[in-house]
């Protein structure tokens, strides 16, 4: 069965620590994404890759980085945590070229205080 | 920018009825659509994806409507089970990118 993991269910973090949330795919997908999910916006997008070494600013970028040295591992970095990035947060990955196969991760529910 | 909009904003039904969800979108040119069921505290599970050229999708209890003329979609839960208590969110692709837009979603509460 194919997977999007993710490596924490639940985070608690402090105001200014540095964050980082893994993301590993075992469908050789060249797609990956982050996204954070919060009541009444939906899903909306942070960051992308479309290969390795390789991002692309989402729509919600400000706060946040990534890293993707590996295929099936792309990382979300929050460089100084704040409250405001108090959230749910869904990777996911697709094949290349194609929105086909777009699967999620189980998300992970990150609070910051 | 391209929209989704999901209505209503939430539901509750009671087990055993049916009930239909509606999605209505301004992206374009249109690639997909499909229709995702999210548990309280997990990520989305895909239900169904139409294309252009598909009209209806059924996934078991689900059924999944397009007109990509009005640009609407609709998802239909037949006999509905508790189990069917989650977020069912509509996302849209468009033929310019891999990026998705994804409605806020429905909230779906089935009581006994």
């Known amino acids: 069965d194919v997977k999007v993991t993710q490596s924490s269910r639940y985070l608690v973090k402090r105001t200014g620590e540095k964050v980082f949330l893994e993301c590993v795919q075992d469908m050789d997908h060249e797609n990956m994404f982050w996204y954070r999910q919060d009541p009444g916006l939906g899903l909306r997008l942070i960051y992308f890759s479309y290969d390795v070494k390789m991002k692309e600013k989402g729509d919600i970028p400000e706060g946040y980085s990534v890293s993707r040295e590996k295929k099936e591992r792309f990382s979300l970095i929050l460089e100084s945590a704040s409250t405001n990035q108090t959230s749910m947060y869904l990777c996911?990955?697709?094949?290349?070229?194609?929105?086909?196969?777009?699967?999620f991760g189980s998300g992970t529910r990150l609070t910051v205080v | 920018k391209n929209q989704v909009e999901q209505s209503p904003q939430s539901l509750i039904i009671l087990e055993g009825k049916n009930c239909t969800l509606q999605c209505n979108y301004t992206v374009s040119p249109f690639s997909n659509l499909r229709w995702y069921k999210q548990d309280t505290g997990r990520g989305p599970v895909s239900l169904t994806i139409?294309?252009?050229?598909?009209n209806t999708k059924s996934n078991g209890r689900y059924t999944a409507t397009l007109d990509a003329d009005t640009k609407q979609s609709s998802l239909h839960i037949t006999a509905s089970q508790l189990s069917d208590s989650a977020s069912y969110i509509c996302v849209v692709s468009a033929r310019s990118g891999y990026k998705l837009s994804f409605g806020a979603g429905t909230t779906v509460t089935v009581r006994a």
């Open positions: 139409m294309t252009f050229s598909e």
């Open positions: 996911a990955s697709s094949r290349q070229g194609s929105s086909y196969g777009y699967t």
